[in-house]
Nanobody, 115 residues
Framework: QVHFVESGGGLVQAGGSLRLSCAAS????????LAWYRQAPGQQREMVAA???????NYADSVKGRFTISKDNGQNTVYLQMNSLKPEDTAVYYC?????????WGQGTRVTVAS
């Protein structure tokens, strides 16, 4: 099973940008669907962006036009470029497969957007 380690979070002002990285413990080349998820305090984890093997992407309505998911198969890394951040984007961000693999969950990376 592939495990994921997220990084790149931090504190940013509203309107700012962050780029998250997710390093996989093994090859992501054959993984059909990878996604970034997030969990805000007191809320359930939700998927925000997904990318398929061929590079097709899909986004939650709440982040569409602001976030971009990408991947580097050679580096076994998935990225999430987040622009025009809003306070409601504050959450811990994780990456995993779709459907999610229980053993794949990492510690996540915390993103805090100050108003």
């Amino acid at each position: 099973q592939v495990h994921f380690v997220e990084s790149g979070g931090g504190l940013v002002q509203a309107g700012g940008s962050l780029r998250l990285s997710c390093a996989a413990s093994g090859s992501i080349l054959q993984i059909l669907l990878l996604a970034w998820y997030r969990q805000a305090p007191g809320q359930q984890r939700e998927m925000v962006a997904a990318i398929a093997t061929a590079g097709n992407t899909n986004y939650a309505d709440s982040v569409k036009g602001r976030f971009t998911i990408s991947k580097d198969n050679g580096q076994n890394t998935v990225y999430l470029q987040m622009n025009s951040l809003k306070p409601e984007d504050t959450a811990v961000y994780y990456c995993n497969t779709v459907p999610s693999n229980q053993s794949g969950w990492g510690q996540g990376t915390r993103v805090t957007v100050a108003s």
